[in-house]
């Protein structure tokens, strides 16, 4: 079987659960006869029809809050963004009415919104955010955030199944760069469940998207360079986090250091650390350390991006530092 | 005051290929009429410059020196430039990607724009902003940001800002035909509506947005049309007729000034390349753009105006050409041997104090978490 990117592996998903499920449409801008801005959704309209791959103005509160009211009649939508960026136009359809529906009202909202995010692509502040942290905080989201092809399928498919509505971010970063034979069948991947990416025994890494490309690599020199063991952990879903990935790695290392793409102050590794100083801090060796952005937004010109956003050259540092603290 | 723009009929407008003054129905053009020859020249040299100038970054862009996408503005160089020549110095406007003449109207230069389009240190934003993402309030226009629809709430707080002071400024902000589907439109034009301030707002309809044609943007017959619900004054021009936007846009920015609160103005014009140069449009009718190009080029329908109406020579026409081309020639050869920005700059200029957190220290290159409080030497030294 032949390998597919993690563009093509999202349609994938698109086109199998719109032919498992009439209740699952989808709606956003330029998604229809242009097939996206990416062109994720490439083919679908032709196959599906302008019914069931709606074209929608430039409007993300309404794309978001009719999705939402879709799915309390049980459709299952999948909203596009064109760029995650636009998302903070949804905001507060997102967090005031979607999380808050079930809890309060009794109405489910099961869809799915998604969207190309993050940087290392010289597109400026306003198409490379990584709005993920926005939502962390959020109790009534889930978040997941893939790293691979075959997890970007299997994701996709769990999200568009899942009873509650998914922000499903989408790193355009890999859309064209990484590729997986598909597993065989009705690849579903569970919402929830972090991947050891690689196995290691000295230092853990724990980081998801891009970075875990960029972790990986830093794993490898390291391994080469210094006979340092490094452990991956890609965490898949953000919300709900896996926790136990998370202890098992830090009492099999007893060193961590998270990486991530958003910036640092506020950032989601702050919470992963807060986590592990609660329930396994005398597993450690060593305090939880941080590789993030840096707390500005993304410049644009390659010598200022490449300086704000974590490079292998930079998890390679920390690593090193914590191995031999 | 009579507001004198007429409404302008779609279909007949597309039917019709007007190619001078001559074939154009007379309308009342008192604003237009009052300009001199040399300010027409000024408008054609505008209008040249754009076009120009944004056929040089095609070029850079090939070249792979534009680092980012590229957004042309071919076809609606009139838009951009009638509507921006109808303000004063003193007045502000807020640019869309696709108003790049607007911006060199306002004193933005060529220099400027290659510097910023190739990310280099010594562009307007020091490279963290791309295109013609950048502003300057001295000469009268607002960096815009991506989300589209946000400079209009914007833009009222700036009008709002003159009516409070009493100052005599108008604000201008544009708009494409799918940003007005945005709330932060909607909200913001309804806020400079009730507060009367002294704002025009123009919807550049070029029929499309992305790949999304008008009609699956709103199910209103004409933007215009909205004008009435905000109980703000409408009106509409054909966009490719350089004076016809001057005179409506200059109609409602005196409107403005003497108190007449916002005026909506519609400019029917088109846009003739994609969305950005990687879009290759095939979602465009075939033969549609061709049409616009060989029927109603804004340039070519004001060279055929400049000749008939003012004598304008080939002589007088070549001779602006050639400025134009030594002017972008000289600032292509400046801006290719500027320098890329220092890495350490991207981290300042985010508060008004000069940075109190250090780079991380694994990025300053330092040996121990514990130095982590030290500043580079030479970093945080200049205001951002
Ligand atoms: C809030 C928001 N949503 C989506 C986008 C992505 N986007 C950028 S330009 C564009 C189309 C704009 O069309 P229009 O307003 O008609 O302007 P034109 O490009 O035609 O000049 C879209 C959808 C954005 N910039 N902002």
Redesign the pocket.
């Known amino acids: 079987m032949a390998e597919i990117t993690y563009l093509e592996a999202i349609r994938e998903a698109l086109t199998e659960e719109m032919e498992r499920d009439p209740n699952v449409f989808c709606l956003g801008?330029?998604i229809g006869a242009y097939g996206g801005a990416f062109k994720v959704t490439e083919g679908l309209q032709a196959r599906f029809g302008d019914t069931r791959v709606i074209d929608t103005p430039?409007a993300?509160a309404a794309i978001i809050g009719a999705a939402a009211g879709a799915a309390h009649m049980g459709m299952r939508p999948v909203a596009e963004l064109?760029?995650i960026d636009?998302i903070s136009?949804g905001y507060d359809m997102l967090t005031n009415y979607v999380a808050t529906a079930r809890y309060r009202a009794f109405l489910p909202c099961p869809m799915v919104v998604r969207g190309p995010s993050g940087g290392y692509v010289r597109g400026g502040p306003f198409h490379s955010q990584n709005p993920e942290a926005a939502f962390l905080h959020t109790p009534g989201l889930k978040i997941v955030y893939p790293a691979t092809a075959a997890d970007a399928k299997g994701l996709m498919k769990a999200a568009i199944r899942d009873d509650d509505c998914v922000l499903f971010f989408e790193h355009k970063y890999l859309y064209r760069r990484v590729k997986d034979v598909m597993p065989a069948g009705d690849h579903v991947v569970p919402i929830g469940k972090a991947r050891v990416a690689r196995e290691g025994t000295d230092v853990s890494i724990i980081t998801y998207a891009a970075t875990v490309w960029k972790a990986l690599e830093a794993a490898a020199q390291l391994e080469r360079e210094d006979g340092i063991s490094v452990e991956v952990i890609d965490l898949r879903t953000l919300l709900p986090m896996d926790d136990e990935a998370i202890a098992a790695t830090v009492r099999k290392t007893n060193r961590v250091m998270i990486v991530h793409e958003d910036t640092r102050t506020g950032g989601i590794a702050g919470e992963i650390t807060a986590r592990i100083n609660e329930t396994c801090f005398e597993w450690l060796d060593a305090p939880v350390l941080r590789v993030t952005a840096h707390d500005v937004p993304l410049p644009y010109s390659p010598p200022l991006e490449d300086y704000v956003l974590p490079q292998v050259s930079d998890i390679v540092a920390v690593a090193r530092h914590l191995a031999r603290y | 005051m009579e507001f004198p723009a007429q409404p302008l009929d779609l279909d007949a407008m597309l039917a019709f290929t007007p190619r001078s003054e001559r074939d154009v129905p007379r309308v009342a053009r008192p604003y237009a009429d009052q300009l001199t020859r040399e300010q027409r020249l000024a408008l054609y040299r505008h209008m040249r410059m754009t076009r120009s100038l944004e056929e040089r970054l095609v070029a850079l862009y090939r070249q792979t020196k534009v680092v980012g996408g590229l957004f042309r503005s071919l076809g609606q160089e009139a838009d951009a430039v009638g509507s921006a020549f109808a303000l004063e110095r003193r007045d502000i406007m807020s640019p869309?990607?696709?108003n790049m003449g607007s911006m060199l109207v306002k004193g933005a230069t060529p220099l400027e724009i290659l510097r910023q389009y190739m990310a280099k240190g010594d562009s307007p934003t020091r490279g963290r902003e791309l295109n013609i993402h950048f502003g300057d309030l001295d000469r009268g226009f607002v960096g815009q940001i991506?989300?589209?629809?946000d400079m209009i709430p914007v833009m009222a707080g700036i009008a709002l800002s003159f009516k409070l002071r009493g100052e005599d400024r108008v604000v201008l902000v544009y708009i494409?035909?799918?940003?007005t589907s945005?709330g932060a439109f909607h909200e913001g034009i309804n806020f400079a509506a009730v507060q009367k301030v002294p704002m025009v707002v123009v919807v550049?309809n070029?029929g499309?947005?992305?790949s999304t044609p008008t009609g699956r943007q709103t199910a209103a017959n004409s933007f215009m049309d909205k004008a009435v619900g905000y109980g703000i004054t409408g009106a509409q021009a054909d966009g490719n007729d350089v004076l016809a936007v001057y005179d409506v846009t200059r109609a409602a920015v005196e409107r403005a000034r003497a108190g007449g609160g916002v005026t909506l103005i519609e400019l029917i014009t088109y846009?003739r390349k994609g969305?950005a140069e990687h879009d290759n449009q095939s979602y465009v009718p075939d033969g549609e753009t061709e049409w616009w190009a060989a029927n109603n080029d804004p340039v070519d329908r004001f060279i055929a105006w400049l000749r008939e109406r003012d004598g304008v020579t080939d002589d007088e026409l070549a001779a602006i050409d050639a400025a134009v081309s030594a002017e972008i020639d000289a600032a292509t050869d400046l801006a290719e041997a500027s320098p890329m920005p220092e890495p350490l700059d991207g981290l300042e200029g985010i508060y008004a104090e000069p940075p109190r957190l250090a780079p991380h220290w694994y990025r300053a290159g330092v040996r121990t978490a514990v130095e982590q409080h030290e500043r580079p030497a030479g970093w945080g030294t200049h205001d951002g």
């Open positions: 801008e330029d430039i993300e064109q760029f636009f136009c | 869309l990607i696709r991506s989300h589209l629809g494409g035909d799918g940003a945005t550049e070029n499309y947005a992305y846009r969305h």
